[in-house]
């Protein structure tokens, strides 16, 4: 049998060789079985309606933070697991466990899935879970707009995780530099993949960046002045505003790379004048401000969990906010550090070393500002408790390094070694994901209705942490002895084999622990503990005087607020009636409709994504028509609001015992 | 008039019940025809078709290049902000001032500090 040219063609181009490995063959064959068999479940049980309805069309906060929130749970254990590749990879000295070229493409994976797809989604998720409710809101200020940030994220990540097994994996690092993404070192389409999926999910980030910063900004109850406000939702705002700020330099620099791996430009190639180093000044105006859009939603996180823990006010509201709008101007000013080897006088350095270490100053006074909340606190060590009292030392440690780094002639030593890499997870993984997961714990039951257990917490945290140090601490020593970054493989007699072989177990503690946490809510879905009070933690925000999981419009009646801590105000004073609501308080309610706008709009995104990373220009077109079918739907649609009748509110706050008798 | 969109009363948190009752209602308010979104469209295309013509095509030399690059560069921004973005036309300007000042220090700073960190002698480019 002879076959047709074309579709050899065509099949060469979608599974290269580096695509054909057993295992990555095997991986494929599993992900499709699963998939036939979510389909059959999902036609046996006739979901698919209620699929349709309830979530891929909702533009409901409460459920886009769900959805985040799974989505980035997945993406965490695509990401372990490729850390765990690459952690196997460097068990022992010459170990081939992986191709040279597949470690590559594992690390690559590896980076950009744990920042833009976990990280910041995880991010999102809990914006979208509390913001809203913590300052008394009905939905964030452009619902529709949510729902598109959450659709091209998703199709985006989905565009990122295919690339493994369709056309192959970008394999040029989670910062792509030029010249070696450039088409000339490496053909193929891993790096399209790369610079496409970060630009659809980054279209939507910057939707969210707007979303929350007006939804902080407008949307606060009456008398939630800026200065009664969460630090959690004070957080958003600011993270809101980098957000805004950092990532369209980022849109420039994977724009200008396209343009040049595509259409022949040459913006950062060798020759035809390119300059290549520019793309690292792009990439870093974006990037130092990214790391702070990760941590910043933590602290936030913190500043909620340290005073409910500890049945105390915020120690130093005021420095809190000062800090963290004193952070967020100086990130602007750091990214040179990044790139302090590549040739720019002493003078460009110095400033930006000193930039550098300025950040520590602010980050120092809030460590204060938690431990003297806890100080004379009556402390519960709840598990969102305990990831705080985790994240202490580990982002002590993380920040240490960070101004270690930041002087400019030891980092000619440091720079780009395992010292550096040990510093960023540290304040990445110590900080960001400690923090993330303090904040998954503690609104879990305001999200789900269902408390997860304690116990299997604690192991999963304890665990998780004794493998962080022990995966970390090597590295740094590791850095010293020499240890480069992004080595496939290493041979003995270098001082580094004892390190690297404890850095791997490490690891493997952290997967079990990350096993764990999935068992723990796998266990309390089944044997669910029902938070039947809606506050379950004796909290101090206005999220927790709404039952759990709130209902579809959060509040039946807007509160008014009086002071910070309003919730713990209305308890103390016993004013807690003041959120019941009467025949004669209740008002009907208009909400958003759902819409198929924003999945099909992210759709059309996905299919012409996928037209630009294989060039197959006809179909970038058709997905480009699409995106602008799908906007012009969305301009003239009809969205009359649907009405929640007075009498429906009525039943349903009666059911959850909030009529006033 | 049922469509219209009703502006949220001024102030920093003068949120009641009334505005999320309209929160999705788009602001189609306009009988004539978008003479003036037509014109800003069609003249920030051409502002970037030209800007990339002169760097493809070496119409004039280095210096003077980055000199009308600038000067485009803020012209564009104005187009968008003035046309594009409703810079005039919401209630309480004022409010955008400060926010307005911000964007233009980073923005600004953005450019000049890049200026200054890329401009070594580089060995590769
Ligand atoms: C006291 C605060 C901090 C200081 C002084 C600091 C300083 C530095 C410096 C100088 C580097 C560059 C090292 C090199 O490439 O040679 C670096 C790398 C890095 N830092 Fe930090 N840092 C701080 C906090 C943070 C935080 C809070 C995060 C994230 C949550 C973070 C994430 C990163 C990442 C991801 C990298 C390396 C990226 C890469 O090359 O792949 N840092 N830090
Ligand atoms: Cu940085």
Same mark, same amino acid.
């Given at each position: ?661 | ?41 069609? !003249?920030? &295309? =051409? ?11 070496? +119409? $004039?030399? #280095? ?36 926010? !307005?000042? &911000? =964007? ?11 200026? +200054? $960190?890329? #401009? ?6």
């Amino acid at each position: 049998m002879t076959m047709n040219p074309w579709i050899l063609h065509l099949m060469k181009r979608l599974f290269p060789p580096q695509v054909l490995l057993p295992d990555i063959i095997g991986i494929d064959i599993g992900l499709t079985i699963a998939a036939i068999a979510a389909i059959v479940f999902l036609t046996k049980t006739k979901r698919w309606g209620w699929l349709w309805r309830e979530w891929i069309t909702t533009v409901d906060h409460k459920k886009i933070g769900i959805m985040y929130l799974l989505a980035a749970l997945v993406m965490l254990f695509r990401g372990g697991v490729d850390a765990l590749m690459i952690r196997t990879q460097l068990i022992a000295p010459h170990q081939h466990f992986m191709s040279a070229q597949q470690y590559d493409e594992v690390f690559t994976t590896h980076g950009t899935v744990m920042i833009f797809f976990m990280a910041m989604p995880m991010v999102f998720a809990l914006f979208n879970a509390a913001v809203p409710l913590m300052i008394g809101a009905r939905d964030v200020a452009f619902p529709r707009l949510n729902a598109i940030s959450f659709w091209l994220f998703a199709f985006g990540a989905i565009l990122l995780n295919i690339s493994f097994s369709i056309g192959g994996s970008p394999d040029a690092g989670w910062m792509s530099y030029p010249p070696y993404s450039e088409l000339m070192f490496d053909p193929g389409v891993g790096e399209n993949y790369f610079l496409l999926s970060l630009q659809v999910a980054g279209i939507g980030t910057i939707a969210t960046g707007i979303n929350f910063l007006v939804t902080v900004l407008r949307l606060r109850a009456p008398g939630m002045t800026l200065t009664r406000m969460p630090i959690f939702a004070w957080s958003a705002l600011i993270t809101s505003s980098l957000i805004l700020f950092a990532f369209p330099p980022l849109t420039v620099a994977l724009g200008l790379t396209m343009l040049d791996r595509i259409f022949g430009a040459s913006f950062f190639t060798l020759g035809h004048q390119g300059m290549p180093m520019m793309y690292a000044n792009l990439f870093w105006i974006f990037g130092h401000p990214e790391v702070y859009i990760l941590i910043m939603p933590p602290f936030g996180i913190f500043s909620e969990v340290v005073p409910t823990f500890s049945k105390k006010p915020l120690f130093g509201y005021e420095a809190m906010v000062a800090s963290l709008l004193a952070i967020s101007i100086l990130s602007y000013g750091t990214w040179v550090h990044h790139f302090f080897e590549m040739g720019a006088g002493p003078g460009v350095n110095s400033f930006f070393g000193l930039s550098t270490m300025l950040i520590a100053i602010p980050t120092g006074v809030k460590m204060f500002n938690w431990i003297f909340t806890m100080w004379g606190g009556r402390i519960r060590i709840t598990v969102p408790m305990l990831w705080q009292l985790a994240f202490v030392p580990t982002f002590v440690v993380g920040g240490a390094t960070g101004v270690m780094l930041a002087t400019v002639p030891a980092d000619y030593q440091y720079h780009n070694s395992y010292f550096m890499i040990a510093h960023f997870h540290n304040v990445i993984l110590g900080g960001t994901v400690f923090g993330l997961l303090s904040g998954l714990y503690y609104w879990w039951p305001k999200m789900f209705g269902w408390k997860l257990n304690h116990r299997q917490g604690v192991w999963a945290c304890l665990l998780f942490v004794v493998g962080f140090w022990l995966t970390f601490m090597p590295q740094y020593f590791l850095g010293f002895q020499g240890m480069t970054r992004r080595m496939s493989s290493y041979p003995p007699g270098l001082g580094w084999t004892a390190l690297n072989f404890w850095s791997t177990i490490g690891a493997y503690v952290m997967g079990v622990g990350f096993l764990i946490m999935v068992y723990n809510i796998i266990w309390s879905r089944i044997h669910p503990d029902w938070d039947t009070t809606g506050d379950p933690w004796d909290a101090r925000t206005l999220e927790w005087s709404l039952p759990s999981p709130a209902p579809e419009y959060n509040f039946a009646r807007i509160p008014q607020v009086h002071s910070r801590d309003e919730w713990w105000e209305m308890k103390q004073e016993g004013r807690t009636d003041e959120v019941k609501i009467s025949e004669k308080t209740v008002h009907a309610i208009h909400m958003p409709r759902n819409t198929p706008m924003p999945v099909l709009l992210a759709l059309a995104f996905f299919v012409g994504s996928i037209g630009m990373v294989f060039e197959w220009f006809w179909l970038a077109i058709l997905g480009g028509l699409g995106v602008v079918a799908a906007l012009a739907y969305g301009s003239f649609a009809n969205y009359s609001e649907k009405e929640i009748s007075r009498d429906t509110i009525l039943q349903t706050e009666a059911q959850l015992g909030r009529l006033e008798s | 008039m049922d469509n219209q969109q009703q502006l949220p009363p001024p102030g920093p948190t003068g949120h009641g019940d009334e505005v999320e009752v309209r929160i999705l209602t788009p602001h189609i308010a306009q009988p004539h025809f978008p003479t003036m979104q037509v014109t800003g469209y069609g !003249l920030s &295309l =051409a502002i970037t078709l030209i800007a990339f013509a002169m760097v493809a095509y070496h +119409w $004039i030399g #280095l210096d003077t290049l980055v000199t009308v690059l600038v000067v485009m560069a803020f012209i564009q921004g104005a187009l968008q902000l003035g046309i594009f973005m409703h810079l005039r036309e919401a209630k309480g300007t004022l409010w955008h001032l400060p926010v !307005l000042a &911000l =964007a233009l220090f980073i923005g600004i700073g953005i450019v000049g500090f890049s200026m +200054w $960190i890329m #401009l070594f002698k580089s060995g590769v480019s």
